[in-house]
T-cell receptor, first 114, second 111 residues
Framework: DTAVSQTPKYLVTQMGNDKSIKCEQN?????MYWYKQDSKKFLKIMFSYNNKELIINETVPNRFSPKSPDKAHLNLHINSLELGDSAVYFC?????????????FGPGTRLTVL | RKEVEQDPGPFNVPEGATVAFNCTYSNSASQSFFWYRQDCRKEPKLLMSVYSSGNEDGRFTAQLNRASQYISLLIRDSKLSDSATYLC????????????FGRGTSLIVHP
């Protein structure tokens, strides 16, 4: 059983297109995240949702819009894709509180914008 | 934004060697840290939590030095399979459960 799943795994698209990435977790966690890992491997948080509510919104262009229909799902929609959006996008989940608030990551979505 | 700094390496060591990585953090109020391991083209996975009293799991030991604001990871008797990137995380670098990852330290264990 996959704890955190993402679709699609690979996404190749043209500049200017709109695309979505879906994420689901079956761990019962309250908090979900989106991260971007660029070509230099730097993993940066983009958004965090707790029980369907946005709690973190880092400096991300408003072309990126997260949506959480329920606490098990956090989707990422990207409008007007740019070359610089090419990266690996990871979804993750964790308990909201607690000492051992480890994060469980999905397998990643490798986005290439041509 | 409070930062988390790591030496990117790579650390190139022979099998059986002991290797240590440090990770500095800038938020003196931070209390919760982790080490993650990321293999090439894979997602990060938790390696171990870092407790105030230190934490040991087999060949791996994690320690926290609050006075100097760094955490460390020691790997003893390195195996080829330890080759990966090791990421440290300050779980509250942003002050409110905003996890911040370091850039990662690359380890290459060779025969």
């Amino acid at each position: 059983d996959t704890a955190v799943s993402q679709t699609p795994k690979y996404l190749v698209t043209q500049m200017g297109n709109d695309k979505s990435i879906k994420c689901e977790q079956n761990l019962g966690h309250d908090t979900m995240y989106w991260y971007k890992q660029d070509s230099k491997k730097f993993l940066k948080i983009m958004f965090s949702y707790n029980n369907k509510e946005l709690i973190i919104n880092e400096t991300v262009p408003n072309r990126f819009s997260p949506k959480s229909p329920d606490k098990a799902h956090l989707n990422l929609h990207i409008n007007s894709l740019e070359l610089g959006d090419s990266a690996v996008y990871f979804c993750a989940s964790s308990p909201r509180t607690g000492v051992d608030r480890q994060q469980f990551f999905g397998p990643g979505t490798r986005l290439t914008v041509l | 934004r409070k930062e988390v700094e790591q030496d990117p390496g790579p650390f190139n060591v022979p099998e059986g060697a002991t290797v240590a990585f440090n990770c500095t953090y800038s938020n003196s109020a931070s209390q919760s840290f982790f080490w993650y391991r990321q293999d090439c083209r894979k997602e990060p996975k938790l390696l171990m939590s870092v407790y105030s009293s230190g934490n040991e799991d087999g060949r791996f030991t994690a320690q926290l030095n609050r006075a100097s604001q760094y955490i460390s990871l020691l790997i003893r008797d390195s195996k080829l399979s330890d080759s990966a990137t090791y990421l440290c995380v300050d779980d509250r670098a942003g002050g409110s459960y905003i996890p911040t990852f370091g850039r990662g330290t690359s380890l290459i264990v060779h025969p």
